[in-house]
């Protein structure tokens, strides 16, 4: 789908003008012209053949716009610049949903191709649609500068969300890790490390635009790309905090989870000693020593040794509990439990 918008020297916007008439606007001075196309696989050679026949564009220039998985960056060919940028938004699961955006930016125009809907694009165009006079003004330079204005400002709501991610993650991991944490973990440091990417040759395509001289961008202009490169700084910045802070995450959750294996092995060591007394006096009478067995018409001293065996069998556990609560040892235990 192609979709034109012209806005004419006297300062009136114009949408969607027949083709025939776009090599006339594009030659009388004062117009500034927008085509936007979304295409796919089939419309691939009209959009094609309309970069070729009417723009004129290099062949290496159109095939590079005509592909995806491309990084951002920007190449002068001194008529028009050749922009590449990424629209970003987050998805439930904590991945990125990344659209590629080609951009021809020229004297009097302005060419935008993607394959996908881009929201940020789409708001932009019926502002300049509905209020040309302030939104659309003269010079593709200045709706460029919009326009990744408003994709920038995508970022912000994905780093919000990657945020809002990490928040959830430590309070998940301090009540209580689950084995289901550590894949969230790896997922947001995988989509903070891709973020980072893209911001890092987003920001060098900034830099360029705001200080290198290009032909098709005027110098009054270039303040307002610095702006945005300057969101992107602060971006790039925030985002390496939360890689930080993310790695800290996956530290406290080993932490945590060693933590509750220690108190596991405590309680179980508890048991063993407290247990340990009675099968040694087991296994010792175990072995009749004196020959026989302690039954009511047993001799009164084998009779008081059984009375005493058992006392000591019942009086043990408790004294050894006591002596390992003196010592400390219970204190964490006892109070995890009574929390």
């Given at each position: 789908?192609?979709?034109?918008?012209?806005?004419?020297?006297?300062?009136?916007?114009?949408?969607?003008?027949?083709?025939?008439?776009?090599?006339?606007?594009?030659?009388?001075?004062?117009?500034?012209?927008?085509?936007?196309?979304?295409?796919?696989a089939a419309e691939r050679p009209a959009i094609e053949a309309l970069l070729q026949e009417q723009f004129r564009f290099h062949p290496l220039a159109i095939e590079d716009a005509l592909q995806e998985a491309h990084l951002s960056r920007v190449d002068d060919w001194r008529?028009?610049?050749?922009?590449?940028?990424?629209?970003?938004?987050?998805?439930?699961?904590?991945?990125?949903?990344?659209?590629?955006?080609?951009?021809?930016?020229?004297?009097?125009?302005?060419?935008?191709?993607?394959?996908?809907?881009?929201?940020?694009?789409?708001?932009?165009?019926e502002q300049c649609r509905q209020d040309g006079q302030h939104r659309f003004r003269p010079g593709p330079d200045h709706v460029l500068y919009l326009l990744l204005d408003k994709i920038v400002s995508e970022y912000m709501l994905v780093v919000d969300g990657l945020d809002d991610e990490v928040d959830d993650l430590e309070l998940e991991i301090f009540r209580g890790a689950e084995?289901?944490?550590?894949?969230?973990?790896?997922?947001?440091?995988?989509?903070?490390?891709?973020?980072?990417?893209?911001?890092?040759?987003?920001?060098?395509?900034?830099?360029?635009?705001?200080?290198?001289?290009?032909?098709?961008?005027?110098?009054?202009?270039?303040?307002?790309f610095r702006d945005v490169y300057d969101h992107v700084v602060r971006l790039h910045e925030?985002?390496?905090?939360?890689?930080?802070?993310?790695?800290?995450?996956?530290?406290?959750?080993?932490?945590?989870?060693?933590?509750?294996?220690?108190?596991?092995?405590?309680?179980?060591?508890?048991?063993?000693?407290?247990?340990?007394?009675?099968?040694?006096?087991?296994?010792?009478?175990?072995m009749n020593f004196f020959g026989g067995t302690y039954e009511v018409d047993a001799p009164t001293s084998s009779l008081l040794l059984f009375i005493s065996c058992l006392i000591g069998l019942a009086v043990m556990p408790v004294a050894m509990f006591y002596w390992i609560a003196r010592k400390g040892w219970l204190t964490s235990t006892l109070l995890e439990r009574s929390d």
């Open positions: 789908m192609i979709r034109v918008l012209v806005r004419h020297a006297d300062g009136t916007v114009r949408c969607d003008p027949p083709q025939s008439e776009l090599a006339a606007l594009l030659a009388e001075p004062g117009h500034t012209v927008w085509i936007d196309a979304t295409w796919s008529d028009y610049l050749y922009l590449v940028c990424d629209a970003l938004s987050l998805q439930p699961d904590c991945t990125l949903n990344q659209q590629e955006l080609d951009v021809f930016l020229g004297r009097q125009y302005l060419v935008t191709l993607h394959e996908a809907p881009i929201p940020a694009l789409d708001s932009l165009w084995p289901q944490v550590i894949g969230r973990i790896f997922q947001l440091r995988r989509t903070l490390l891709r973020l980072r990417r893209i911001l890092s040759y987003l920001r060098e395509t900034l830099n360029r635009l705001a200080r290198d001289g290009f032909a098709v961008i005027a110098t009054e202009e270039r303040v307002y925030i985002v390496e905090g939360l890689r930080d802070m993310a790695v800290s995450a996956m530290d406290s959750y080993m932490m945590t989870t060693s933590n509750r294996l220690n108190e596991v092995m405590r309680t179980l060591t508890v048991v063993t000693v407290l247990f340990a007394p009675l099968t040694f006096l087991t296994g010792f009478f175990g």
